[in-house]
């Protein structure tokens, strides 16, 4: 079974809109982070945002915010006005505390266009 | 300008060519990784570095060797590849291997095998 999964292989967004990309996660595990990377066409992997488990707060950096539901295990990055450099892969991952020497899970990202 | 920097950006290579990937990292950082991006697999981890020393390998067949000489750099020497073994190779490294650390990338090498 996969440990995190992104439903949505590709999304499109206006311009200056907001979008939601999904991210559902499955562990065991009390202690874990879930990250949310960018990937351009460029090819590389760029840090967007963390959410820790024990994190009250839902995590915010700039146009990014994590929508996190931790009953419902899901980890949504929500970005905000939209803009035409956002146009990238997005990839939802996760480190658990315990086993698998914390390696870094990864979903199968989502696909986001937006148009002008 | 990333802090991680691959060579080379492209490679073509036949079945029975040996190469080498390289990566640098200008960010201080203790650990590096190697990691094998294929289209609709999620990212593969191959190997982890911290502090030089091999801390994983994710059952990687002996015909990717990586080569850790100093904190700074990584090297995946390759050898007799298959065709299923073109992807892109991405290189990262993070300060430490702690649960909130973050990973950052070099902007990987997209390796045909032919």
């Not at chain 1, 539901?69 to 905000?80: F, G, H, P, T, W």
């Not at chain 1, 914390?102 to 266009?113: H, P, V, Y």
């Not at chain 2, 290579?13 to 203790?30: F, I, R, V």
């Amino acid at each position: 079974a996969q440990k995190i999964t992104q439903t949505q292989p590709g999304m499109f967004v206006q311009e200056k809109e907001a979008v939601t990309l999904d991210c559902t996660y499955d562990t065991s595990d009390q202690s874990y982070g879930l990250f949310w990377y960018k990937q351009p066409s460029s090819g590389e992997m760029i840090f967007l945002i963390y959410q820790g488990s024990y994190d009250e707060q839902n995590a915010t950096e700039g146009r990014y915010s994590l929508n996190f539901q931790k009953a419902r295990k899901s980890a949504n990055l929500v970005i905000s006005a939209s803009q035409l450099g956002d146009s990238a892969m997005y990839f939802c991952a996760m480190r658990e505390n315990a086993g698998n020497n914390r390696k870094l899970i990864w979903g199968l990202g989502t696909s986001l266009a937006v148009n002008p | 300008e990333t802090g991680v920097t691959q060579t080379p950006r492209h490679l073509v290579m036949g079945m029975t060519n040996k190469k080498s990937l390289k990566c640098e990292q200008h960010l201080g950082h203790n650990a590096m990784y190697w990691y094998k991006q294929s289209a609709k697999k999620p990212l593969e981890l191959m190997f982890v570095y911290n502090f030089k020393e091999q801390t994983e390998n994710n059952s990687v067949p002996s015909r990717f060797s990586p080569e850790c000489p100093n904190s700074s750099h990584l090297f995946l020497h390759l050898h007799t590849l298959q065709p299923e073994d073109s992807a892109l190779y991405l290189c990262a490294s993070s300060q430490e291997t702690g649960l909130n650390t973050e990973a950052f990338f070099g902007q990987g090498t997209r390796l045909t095998v032919v």
